[in-house]
Nanobody, 124 residues
Framework: QVQLVESGGGLVQAGGSLRLSCAASGLSFSNTAMGWFRQSPGKEREFVSAINWSGRNTRYADSNKGRFTISRDNAKNTVDLQMNSLKPEDTAVYYC?????????????????WGQGTQVTVSS
């Protein structure tokens, strides 16, 4: 079955950096669009970033443009999210998600598979 396993979360001070990674298995990774979402207590799950099958088409939420970078390695079946200049409002559980298609998407309902999430906490 499809498995998405996130890693790299943790506690960091404001202005610091973290790199999240998602390892995928059980799917045709090179034909799959991938995304990152986040959710904090009392809030809906929100879009962070997405990448198409080739890596040439990426999307970012306005709140993190210029600070976050998404990338993928189709040989390793991984997708990473480099997060720089972190702010306390970036604190959330971050989820990796996969689609059954190769086309990038930005809403949670368009994704078919989800990881368990990794906690990111940014202290002020």
């Amino acid at each position: 079955q499809v498995q998405l396993v996130e890693s790299g979360g943790g506690l960091v001070q404001a202005g610091g950096s973290l790199r999240l990674s998602c390892a995928a298995s059980g799917l045709s990774f090179s034909n799959t669009a991938m995304g990152w979402f986040r959710q904090s207590p009392g809030k809906e799950r929100e879009f962070v970033s997405a990448i198409n099958w080739s890596g040439r088409n990426t999307r970012y939420a306005d709140s993190n443009k210029g600070r976050f970078t998404i990338s993928r390695d189709n040989a390793k079946n991984t997708v990473d999210l480099q997060m720089n200049s972190l702010k306390p409002e970036d604190t959330a559980v971050y989820y990796c998600a996969a689609r059954r298609t190769s086309i990038v998407a930005v809403t949670p309902r368009e994704y078919d598979y989800w990881g368990q999430g990794t906690q990111v906490t940014v202290s002020s």
